[in-house]
């Protein structure tokens, strides 16, 4: 009897050859043969019959299905040694949760990965990431189409920097110069001025930024939404926390296997949110900081440790890793955030959280002419960077 292990579409088989009655014959000798010298990886063509294991096979998914080949085709070998192996870039990179099945394994390092991407890519967890990442796409679009969103598509290069132009990449345009867009907002709002009401964008964003952390990346996908609203801002943002859940439970429901297959290399606790989402005012959750030791003040920003060290607190009262931060101080948002009516000092804006960390950062945006150009002036925004949004 012959065993080997092979994967399409993020699915592991075990094979199995052997004749009837486990009988001996010129032929499955021939194929003992074949297939030991097939190298890992490489792509073939079987045919056989797919039947119900008696046993559980470790290391396929699904792990109760296996294949009894009658005939194997190579279609295209691989390398007898490759630059990495699918089981070694499967080891947990958490050592506190390392287990004695994977101390045989070698640690893939990860200049390693990129220079054989193609590789690193076919391994279980790689598979299982960018199909949970379509899956957020996919619910993303499927809620806010169903909430009559309209899905348009904004230029990528613009003709001026925005926001006084940080952290953008200006590039060489024919005679002259262009940008790549940091951000999609002014064609969103160009959308809402032209009367479309709610649309979304899903595209490439650029920011000329380090990387000194994981959230620093020059080039990410942004899922973006703008929408008109009646009497409040809160309905825009109860409408995002609706499609967050809707998300979420989509995820669960559809995705399962694939994020059990993440939690086994990128250790993980279950994920859990509240119907509603958690909505905290920013003052109660500075307060929740001050109350637990933390120096802060009222109306100071949050930064990175803050946002974690809050995290853990509402995870421990509420039992929530998923909330929302609403009424942040005017001073430390952009220009162009309207002004809480009642609460001085405050403004009509909001972020969403998961586990520590923001998300998404929305607000009311100011639609008086005269309002705008103030705040304008008051961040010290120039009136060359400042024209494009004006206008």
Avoid at 47 to 75: Q, Y
Avoid at 87 to 110: I, K, Y
Avoid at 368 to 374: A, H, K, N, Q, R
Wanted: glycine share 4%; aromatic share 12%; proline share 5%.
């Amino acid at each position: 009897t012959s065993f080997s292990n092979l994967c399409r579409d993020f699915v592991r088989h075990q094979p199995i050859k052997a004749d009837q009655n486990f009988k001996i014959s010129v032929r499955p000798l021939h194929y003992l043969s074949l297939v030991q010298v097939i190298s890992k990886e490489s792509i073939v063509d079987v045919f056989g019959r797919v039947l119900k294991s008696p046993v559980l096979i470790e290391g396929c998914n699904p792990d109760t299905i296996e294949i009894h080949c009658e005939k194997v085709f190579v279609v295209s070998a691989a390398l007898p040694t490759l630059p990495l192996q699918i089981e070694d870039a499967m080891r947990p990179d958490d050592d506190e949760t390392f287990s004695l099945q994977f101390q045989t394994l070698s640690r893939v390092n990860q200049d390693t990965r990129l220079d054989n991407r193609c590789i690193d890519l076919r391994t279980p967890v790689n598979q299982a990431i960018y199909r949970v990442e379509a899956g957020v796409v996919k619910f993303f679009m499927e809620y806010l189409t169903n909430a009559g969103f309209v899905n348009i598509h904004t230029p990528k290069m613009i003709s001026a920097a925005s926001e006084g132009g940080a952290n953008v990449f200006k590039v060489s345009y024919f005679s002259g110069s262009a940008y790549l867009a940091q951000s999609p907002q002014l064609y969103k709002q160009m959308a809402i001025a032209a009367d479309f009401e709610r649309v979304f964008t899903i595209g490439s964003v650029f920011r000329a930024e380090d990387s000194n952390t994981h959230r620093h990346l020059t080039e990410f996908v942004g899922l973006d939404i703008e929408m008109a609203f009646k009497n409040h801002y809160h309905e825009v943002v109860d409408l995002i926390a609706d499609m967050f859940v809707h998300v979420f439970k989509g995820l669960q429901r559809e995705y399962q296997t694939e994020i059990q297959t993440i939690c086994q290399q990128y250790h993980s606790e279950p994920f859990e949110f509240l119907q509603p989402t958690l909505r905290l005012q920013y003052r109660d959750a500075i307060r929740m900081l001050q109350d637990a030791g933390w120096e802060i003040g009222e109306l100071d920003d949050l930064n990175t440790p803050a946002e974690k060290f809050l995290g853990k607190l509402i995870k421990e009262k509420y039992h929530t890793d998923f909330y929302i931060l609403d009424k942040f101080p005017l001073d430390i948002r952009a220009f162009y955030t309207m002004p809480h009516p009642t609460e001085k000092g405050y403004s009509n804006s909001y972020d969403f959280f998961m586990r520590g960390e923001e998300i998404m950062s929305g607000a009311q945006r100011i639609h008086d002419p005269v309002l705008l150009s103030e705040r304008a002036t008051h961040h010290k925004v120039g009136k060359f960077s400042f024209l494009p949004y004006y206008s």
